[in-house]
Each structure stands twice: as structure tokens, then as C-alpha cells.
């Protein structure tokens, strides 16, 4: 069992420090503590091509997946409102992907649930600034449904989602999760307007 921090400074510099990761795990300190990696190291270059993270969410009970109808923003009738999507949207600073996951769903329909990370999608939409889609999926789903200024949410059988009026990627992805082995590999994709302006998705996993 480890017992100081220079014990702890020791491994991390011994090769077999991995084989005492538990160890690491039982102390009430995080390992990224002893790490002295300086913000110039992060090597930051606003010319890049840079994303916004975002957070999708769709919980899922027996045979149906709840989603939110969208309500106008502002007062203002957008392209997609009366649409159906997911819970969801950004991740604010301080925020790890979970957390988000977990405030959005909880702000927008109420319930609180067990998250899992499904997947990333990376959104081309042409502008120098992309969006990095994280998705997740909710079980054990718990609370009083409620809807939000972002949309009512609504539970819809699967067998009749083709008879709602969905935001263009959602039907992509629900299927993909569905198809996911319990346990498997998180999917990876990217989405991207043609020369037509239809949306296109690509799943690499």
C-alpha cells in the first residue's frame, strides 16, 4: 500500500508504476496532481481547426426512446422547431462529458438516469469552427417528466419514429445505438453538408 507522496512521485517515475494503479486509486488524491505539464505545453494554436463539444442524449424504456419535441427560441420560429431530437446541448466550461450529459438531460426533461457513453460525432459544417457531438444513452431513468423551454418531451415507440418529424441525423444515430452489442466499442463518425446542403453521416465503427 502506498503511503506518502514521494512514494507516490517514485512510481510515476518507475516503469511499473501502472502494475499499482489501484493503489493510486484507494488514496484520497488524484494522480494528475503530481503531473507538472504547463498550459504552453498544450501547444494551443487558435489557427487550427477547433470544436465545439456538445452533448446528445436518448433515453431509452422497454421499446420506446424519449425526445424532445423543439420549441421556438426567443419567441422565434427556427428551422427546426415543431422537430424531435435528443437532450442535449453544450458542454459549459468545468464540465467533463458526463456531467453535461447528466445537467442537460435533467434541465431539459427532469429525469435523472444511468448514462452511457455511446459515441463521438464529429460536425463539419463547413465554418472554421466544427462540432464534437458526444452521445450517450439513458437507462434506469428516474424523476417526474417536465417540460423545458428547450422542448416537450415525449416517449415514442420505436415502430413510430419514422412517423414524426425527426432532426435530420436523429434516426442515423438511434439506429446505430440500437445496433451496438451490450458492452462493445463506441462508435466514431463524422457528419458533413454536399454540394446540395444534405446532411451526410459516416460511421468509421
Known amino acids: 500500500m502506498i503511503n506518502s507522496v514521494r512514494q507516490i512521485n517514485w512510481i510515476l517515475l518507475e516503469p511499473s508504476w501502472v502494475s499499482r494503479y489501484d493503489d493510486l486509486c484507494r488514496l484520497d488524491i488524484s494522480i494528475?496532481?503530481?503531473?507538472?505539464?504547463?498550459?504552453?505545453?498544450?501547444?494551443?494554436?487558435?489557427?487550427?481547426?477547433?470544436?465545439?463539444?456538445?452533448?446528445?442524449?436518448?433515453?431509452?424504456?422497454?421499446?420506446?426512446?424519449?425526445?424532445?419535441?423543439?420549441?421556438?427560441?426567443?419567441?422565434?420560429?427556427?428551422?427546426?422547431?415543431?422537430?424531435?431530437?435528443?437532450?442535449?446541448?453544450?458542454?459549459?466550461?468545468?464540465?467533463?462529458?458526463?456531467?453535461?450529459?447528466?445537467?442537460?438531460?435533467?434541465?431539459?426533461?427532469?429525469?435523472?438516469a444511468k448514462l452511457t457513453f455511446c459515441g463521438t460525432?464529429?460536425?463539419?459544417?463547413?465554418?472554421?469552427?466544427?462540432?464534437?457531438?458526444?452521445?450517450?444513452?439513458?437507462?434506469?431513468?428516474?424523476?417526474?417528466?417536465?417540460a423545458s423551454p428547450e422542448g416537450i418531451p415525449e416517449w415514442i415507440s420505436f415502430d413510430l419514429l419514422d412517423k414524426f418529424p425527426l432532426v435530420e441525423d436523429v434516426m442515423f444515430i438511434l439506429d446505430k445505438i440500437r445496433s451496438m452489442p451490450v458492452g462493445g466499442p463506441q462508435f466514431s463518425g463524422k457528419s458533413f453538408y454536399d454540394t446540395e446542403g444534405k446532411?451526410?453521416?459516416?460511421?468509421?465503427?
Open 121 to 146: 460525432i464529429l460536425v463539419d459544417s463547413g465554418d472554421p469552427v466544427g462540432i464534437g457531438l458526444f452521445v450517450f444513452r439513458a437507462d434506469e431513468i428516474s424523476g417526474s417528466l417536465k
Open 199 to 205: 446532411l451526410k453521416v459516416i460511421f468509421n465503427s
Open 32 to 112: 494528475d496532481t503530481f503531473l507538472n505539464m504547463p498550459l504552453s505545453d498544450q501547444n494551443i494554436d487558435r489557427s487550427r481547426y477547433q470544436i465545439i463539444p456538445r452533448v446528445l442524449v436518448f433515453p431509452f424504456q422497454h421499446n420506446s426512446v424519449l425526445l424532445l419535441k423543439l420549441l421556438p427560441k426567443h419567441g422565434k420560429v427556427g428551422g427546426w422547431s415543431g422537430f424531435y431530437n435528443g437532450a442535449g446541448g453544450h458542454v459549459e466550461r468545468g464540465e467533463d462529458l458526463f456531467s453535461a450529459a447528466r445537467r442537460e438531460l435533467f434541465e431539459e426533461t427532469g429525469l435523472s
